[in-house]
């Protein structure tokens, strides 16, 4: 059974950091790339960062780089997502995502549940 488990979401000020985690079994890791979005309440989901499974290329949305980046430790099955410099407008429901034929996350196979990410003050 597929399982994509993301943990780390929470509340934070703004200006400050999260670390996101996805934990992955009941498939092939190495073939996926894996990559996070996110929701808004009213919005629709967007992209916010994807890692190759080739290579380890990384790509970000526009409005995360620079603040954001993107890890993959291939011995846990583990991706991370470090935010930084957390704004406001990165409230969302944040999720991972697995795509085996899409190395830039474009068409994905699995998708998590989600994680709550609120930042406020």
């Known amino acids: 059974q597929v399982q994509l488990v993301e943990s780390g979401g929470g509340l934070v000020q703004p200006g400050g950091s999260l670390r996101l985690s996805c934990a992955a079994s009941?498939?092939?890791?190495?073939?996926?790339?894996i990559g996070w979005f996110r929701q808004a309440p009213g919005k629709e989901r967007e992209g916010v960062s994807c890692i190759s499974n080739h290579d380890g290329s990384t790509y970000y949305g526009d409005s995360v780089k620079g603040r954001f980046t993107i890890s993959r430790d291939n011995a846990e099955n583990t991706v991370f997502l470090e935010m930084n410099s957390l704004k406001p407008e990165d409230t969302a429901v944040y999720y991972c995502?697995?795509?085996?034929?899409?190395?830039?996350?474009?068409?994905?196979?699995?998708w998590g549940q989600g994680t709550q990410v609120t930042v406020s003050s």
């Open positions: 995502a697995a795509a085996l034929f899409s190395s830039r996350c474009y068409e994905i196979d699995y």
């Open positions: 009941g498939f092939i890791w190495d073939r996926y790339a």
